[in-house]
Structure formats: structure tokens, C-alpha cells
Nanobody, 120 residues
Framework: QVQVVESGGGHVQAGGSLRLSCAAS????????MGWYRQAPGKQRELVAD???????SYAEAVKGRFTISRDNAKNTVYLQMNSLKPDDTAVYYC??????????????WGQGTQVTVSS
């Protein structure tokens, strides 16, 4: 009953910018965590950036200073502004959310991914 949908990926040249969006919808009581992960071909999925319900953020060292994560609580949406893109940023980017329920259990949901390709 919950959908997590990423959008905004594309193909850009090195030095360009993209803005990814991730919107969660459905039976959501509360979201306490949203994060962006990425997986390049032949590599493990890795954390890119986190944002928590209180607004605190964290970033992988490889993207620090270039990427910015933000959220719109009213829309249950998280964004990833990616500037100064490098070929090493090429990957499928996935959105992850952790949601609370009124009855207690917490759930983790993943989006289907959006492709980001950066050419040199």
C-alpha cells in the first residue's frame, strides 16, 4: 500500500547538474528517515546521503560539497541536488525510507531506482 517513486535521472556531461526526487505515497503514518543510495555496475550499493525527521543530514565523502539532500514534509518527498557531476557518479540511484506505523512496527521501503549517467 506504499509506493516510493524516484524521478529526475538522466544523461549529463561532467560538470553538469541533476535534481532527483523521491515521493512516497500510500498508507504512511510517519516517515523518520529518507536516504539516497546508488549502485554502479559491478559494485555494491552504497549510501549517498541521509536526512532524518529532525532535519539533520549526512553525506558520503565522495559527494560532500557537491550534493545536497532536502525534503518536503507536506509531500513526503526527498530531493537530491547533484552539482559538479563526475563520471564516477554514474549509477542507479535508489530512494530508501523508514516509516513508522500507528501500531508500532517500522518498515523500510525502496524505490525502483533512477539511472544517472555522467559522460566525460
Amino acid at each position: 500500500q506504499v509506493q516510493v517513486v524516484e524521478s529526475g535521472g538522466g544523461h549529463v556531461q561532467a560538470g553538469g547538474s541533476l535534481r532527483l526526487s523521491c515521493a512516497a505515497s500510500g498508507n504512511i503514518f510517519s516517515i523518520n528517515y529518507m536516504g539516497w543510495y546508488r549502485q554502479a555496475p559491478g559494485k555494491q550499493r552504497e549510501l549517498v546521503a541521509d536526512i532524518f525527521s529532525g532535519g539533520s543530514t549526512s553525506y558520503a565523502e565522495a559527494v560532500k560539497g557537491r550534493f545536497t539532500i532536502s525534503r518536503d514534509n507536506a509531500k513526503n518527498t526527498v530531493y537530491l541536488q547533484m552539482n559538479s557531476l563526475k563520471p564516477d557518479d554514474t549509477a542507479v540511484y535508489y530512494c530508501k525510507i523508514q516509516r513508522d506505523t500507528h501500531w508500532g512496527p517500522k518498515y523500510i521501503d525502496w524505490g525502483q531506482g533512477t539511472q544517472v549517467t555522467v559522460s566525460s
